[in-house]
């Protein structure tokens, strides 16, 4: 064998042992410190529930306190939810149920007509947090309305709006999480997003006016609902499918003049009209 030879098959030997070596007595070092690299879930107990009386309103506004505490990150994970329901027949006030431990995390103000719910994250995760990662997600912050005005802007990240069993004039959503509306009867209903790529779901709703702006919305799926008219806008390339019970008709606002919007139509009959 050539001296060349040995020499390169030693480095490789030796860079093999090292490694070999590293792994080993990596693996029987205390890590525990190295947690703060990943993520934990907490999840609160939703348990003792809570009814808040809300004032009178025409907006609400869902807004979070997030900021890094004591050198922990916490956020809200997608398994909270925003719900609202019908006021009961035997229910007068408009009422917020919250879980208990949520009470001392949780700033309900109303001003200029706007009525502002803001939670408290950062101390929120510092009270539950059990284990040393960096990064903290908090699940089981569910906020439960009995209102009958859906006015709503909610920037809690991550938090789902979910509205269901209500009969109004207008449901009006601006959202930084998911969207779905369930059983309701509306003359018109108006979802946005502040954040890219969220998802809609509408199911078992009647309603004569749907607005849709399609620039920030990853999903939308429309079920077993009846709408009038749809009135769609968008940037760049939208392709929708549309389906016989989603709308009767169609109109589209482009935002700019290279705007399209490619509709699809499953095998059912179908009259289109263009003006």
């Given at each position: 064998?050539?001296?060349?030879?040995?020499?390169?098959?030693?480095?490789?030997?030796?860079?093999?042992?090292?490694?070999?070596?590293?792994?080993?007595?990596?693996?029987?070092?205390?890590?525990?410190?190295?947690?703060?690299?990943?993520?934990?879930?907490?999840?609160?107990?939703?348990?003792?529930?809570?009814?808040?009386?809300?004032?009178?309103?025409?907006?609400?506004?869902i807004d979070e306190i997030q900021l890094e505490s004591n050198g922990y990150n916490y956020r809200l994970s997608n398994k909270c939810n925003i719900i609202f329901d019908s006021i009961p027949a035997d229910s007068n006030p408009e009422m917020l149920f919250i879980?208990?431990?949520?009470?001392?995390?949780?700033?309900?103000?109303?001003?200029?007509?706007?009525?502002?719910?803001?939670?408290?994250?950062?101390?929120?995760?510092e009270k539950f947090r059990t284990e040393a990662y960096r990064f903290q997600a908090i699940s089981g912050v569910n906020l439960h309305f009995n209102i009958s005005k859906l006015?709503?802007?909610?920037?809690?990240?991550?938090?789902?709006?979910?509205?269901?069993?209500?009969?109004?004039?207008?449901?009006?959503?601006?959202?930084?999480?998911?969207?779905?509306?369930?059983?309701?009867?509306?003359?018109?209903?108006?979802?946005?997003?502040?954040?890219?790529?969220?998802?809609?779901?509408?199911?078992?709703?009647?309603?004569?006016?749907?607005?849709?702006?399609?620039?920030?919305?990853?999903?939308?799926?429309?079920?077993?609902?009846?709408?009038?008219?749809?009135?769609?806008?968008?940037?760049?390339?939208?392709?929708?499918?549309?389906?016989?019970?989603?709308?009767?008709?169609?109109?589209?606002?482009?935002?700019?003049?290279?705007?399209?919007?490619?509709?699809?139509?499953?095998?059912?009959?179908?009259?289109?009209?263009?003006?």
């Amino acid at each position: 064998m050539r001296l060349t030879t040995k020499i390169i098959l030693g480095i490789i030997l030796s860079v093999f042992i090292i490694s070999l070596t590293f792994i080993i007595g990596f693996s029987f070092t205390d890590r525990k410190n190295q947690k703060h690299s990943y993520s934990n879930v907490i999840d609160l107990p939703q348990g003792n529930m809570i009814g808040i009386e809300l004032a009178a309103f025409k907006t609400i506004l869902i807004d979070e306190i997030q900021l890094e505490s004591n050198g922990y990150n916490y956020r809200l994970s997608n398994k909270c939810n925003i719900i609202f329901d019908s006021i009961p027949a035997d229910s007068n006030p408009e009422m917020l149920f919250i879980p208990g431990v949520l009470k001392e995390y949780i700033a309900v103000y109303t001003s200029d007509d706007t009525l502002t719910i803001k939670l408290n994250v950062p101390d929120l995760g510092e009270k539950f947090r059990t284990e040393a990662y960096r990064f903290q997600a908090i699940s089981g912050v569910n906020l439960h309305f009995n209102i009958s005005k859906l006015d709503i802007v909610s920037k809690a990240q991550s938090l789902s709006v979910n509205i269901k069993n209500i009969e109004t004039d207008s449901i009006k959503v601006v959202s930084n999480g998911n969207i779905f509306i369930d059983s309701c009867k509306v003359l018109c209903i108006e979802p946005q997003f502040l954040n890219n790529y969220r998802n809609l779901k509408i199911s078992n709703c009647d309603v004569k006016r749907m607005n849709l702006d399609l620039d920030n919305i990853r999903n939308w799926n429309i079920e077993n609902c009846n709408i009038e008219e749809e009135y769609m806008t968008g940037s760049k390339t939208h392709s929708i499918t549309q389906n016989k019970n989603e709308a009767s008709t169609i109109n589209w606002n482009p935002k700019e003049k290279d705007a399209e919007l490619n509709i699809k139509i499953q095998g059912e009959p179908a009259k289109i009209i263009i003006q």
